[in-house]
């Protein structure tokens, strides 16, 4: 695969159920549990779901100018789970900078996060510290 900007890949292998890695991304409950501080999920038309109902669809976008797929399949192989994370990006120079190079290292750590968490029961990210409004903290904090 060529290397370009508009897109990037990520794969961690993580001993888990598919059920279980599944519930983790496609319900509110379980990806606040590892990833977002909060998150609501909605229907098609707006209404919001209940934190333990699962999405529907295989698309959701995670920030501007991002989508990832999450599928729920079949591994080749067992008792492992793989996660495949394909994001494709925007071209333009601030995107370049802020996404690829962000999200490309805040993926590899928050793919490690989920198998720590489903794996040995720990969560790796900062919970206690608010970085939010701090500059370049996605650049520089690698827990965040």
Not at 29 to 47: C, P, Q, R, V
Not at 79 to 105: F, Q, R, W
Request: hydrophobic share 35%; proline share 3%.
């Amino acid at each position: 695969m060529e290397h370009t900007f508009n897109r990037f890949t990520k794969k961690i292998h993580i001993k888990a159920s598919i059920e279980k890695l599944y519930l983790c991304w496609s319900t509110s409950h379980g990806i606040t549990k590892w990833f977002l501080s909060h998150a609501d999920y909605t229907t098609s038309d707006g209404t919001l779901r209940n934190p333990k109902e699962e999405i529907q669809g295989g698309i959701n976008t995670f920030g501007n100018g991002i989508i990832g797929a999450v599928k729920k399949k079949e591994p080749y192989y067992r008792p492992m789970v793989g996660i495949l994370l394909n994001l494709h990006l925007a071209t333009d120079e601030e995107t370049k900078m802020n996404l690829y190079n962000g999200c490309s290292c805040g993926w590899t750590f928050w793919l490690a996060n989920l198998k720590a968490f489903l794996e040995h029961g720990i969560l790796l990210n900062e919970r206690d510290v608010d970085l939010t409004d701090t500059p370049q903290a996605g650049h520089i904090f690698v827990n965040m």
